[in-house]
């Protein structure tokens, strides 16, 4: 269940390298400079510590998109239409505008971690039990790879898919980033650690965009994560002198805007633009981005009485989602009006 790794996502910010949740897919609904958006938030609320409900929000407005065990874990958009991936008790599943439907045509131990849409056709990445592998309108094939795989992101730019993840000799092995092109295998091993994972994926006119986390261990032999930028075989190391982790990626014109945040005491969380950090002191966890000409939309989560609660903001100024069960927002998606 992507619950589980939901809960390793979420000690200190972190671990994205370890659990392979993030996969955050931005979307060309993200981006752009004129006309009113309606925003909307995707997100888990918990029932019990162990329990989540599988939630979206539309201008903070709260919809349950099931009322049994259920979770989600991304989102996109295209035009007006809204997608979510996730899963309830029937297995793997995307709801469009509230709709439920099933990832794969025939049910196989496929499970996904982001989503794209484009023209008709819906589109998951994620891993078999160790193999990487996407998913078109239910079908799924597998990812070509040397030995141990998984996909975190997927793009789709006219007829090319583009997957994001990592792959490892074997279980237990250093993971190395990587991406695959129509199912054509590229390393992203030159200027990056290795035991690291390709998290997010953007193609945007012509040029491809990578936001790599990467586990590095200091001379006390204490792991250090990192965020590294991959553009068209060029490495932009993002944080050089702290502790970061990255959860989603967003390109708008030239801007590159990256959300996340550091890893160690006082636990700062926001984004990178252009690789500048930008935290808000309200935020707790930082985990998708979505950008509208000069406007900035985190989906997160604050603390109150100790306890995580779904929000967003928007250029560093909070709406509260929900201030009664823990929550937490995990994707968002601007659709215009």
Not at 54 to 74: E, I, R
Not at 114 to 138: E, L, P
Not at 157 to 174: E, Q, T, W
Not at 178 to 189: D, H
């Given at each position: ?5 939901l ?6 910010i ?23 958006m ?7 609320l ?24 259920s ?6 958009s ?15 599943c995307?709801w ?5 439907f ?10 996904p ?14 891993h078999?039990?160790?193999?990487a592998?996407y ?8 990812l ?20 994001c ?20 295998l ?15 994926i ?5 040029d ?8 590095l261990?200091?001379?006390s ?25 990255a959860?989603g990626l967003?390109?708008s014109?030239?801007d ?8 160690i ?6 984004y990178w ?10 935020m707790r966890?930082?985990?998708a981005?979505?950008v509208?000409?000069?406007?900035v939309?985190?989906?997160?989560a604050?603390l109150?009485g ?9 250029n560093?100024?909070?709406?509260k ?17």
């Amino acid at each position: 269940m992507k619950i589980k790794l939901l809960s390793s996502l979420l000690i200190g910010i972190v671990a994205i390298t370890a659990c392979k949740k993030s996969g955050q897919n931005p979307d060309p609904g993200n981006t752009g400079t004129t006309g009113e958006m309606d925003t909307y938030i995707c997100g888990n609320l918990f029932l019990t510590p162990s329990v989540p409900q599988a939630t979206y929000w539309k201008n903070g407005l709260q919809t349950t998109l099931n009322n049994d065990f259920s979770d989600v874990c991304c989102m996109t958009s295209q035009a007006k239409d809204v997608y979510i991936l996730g899963e309830d008790h029937n297995g793997e599943c995307y709801w469009k505008n509230g709709i439920r439907f099933q990832v794969e045509n025939k049910k196989t131990s496929y499970i996904p971690f982001a989503i794209a849409v484009q023209g008709n056709d819906v589109y998951t990445a994620g891993h078999f039990s160790d193999t990487a592998a996407y998913c078109k309108n239910g079908i799924t094939t597998k990812l070509s790879s040397p030995g141990y795989s998984v996909a975190t992101g997927i793009a789709v730019s006219g007829s090319d898919v583009y997957v994001c993840g990592d792959y490892a000799a074997s279980p237990g092995f250093y993971h190395v980033p990587c991406y695959w092109k129509n199912g054509v295998l590229t390393l992203l091993n030159k200027d990056i650690p290795k035991n690291a994972t390709a998290i997010a994926i953007v193609v945007n006119g012509g040029d491809i965009h990578v936001i790599v986390n990467a586990a590095l261990t200091d001379q006390s032999n204490q792991q250090l994560d990192h965020i590294f930028y991959w553009k068209n075989g060029v490495v932009t190391p993002i944080d050089k002198d702290v502790s970061s982790s990255a959860t989603g990626l967003c390109v708008s014109g030239n801007d590159v805007y990256i959300s996340g945040g550091e890893n160690i005491a006082p636990f700062k969380a926001g984004y990178w633009k252009n690789g500048t950090f930008v935290s808000f002191p309200d935020m707790r966890y930082s985990l998708a981005i979505a950008v509208h000409g000069n406007d900035v939309y985190i989906a997160g989560a604050y603390l109150s009485g100790g306890v995580s609660y779904a929000g967003y903001w928007k250029n560093g100024t909070i709406t509260k989602l929900n201030q009664t069960l823990s929550s937490y927002a995990l994707g968002i998606t601007l659709v215009p009006r």
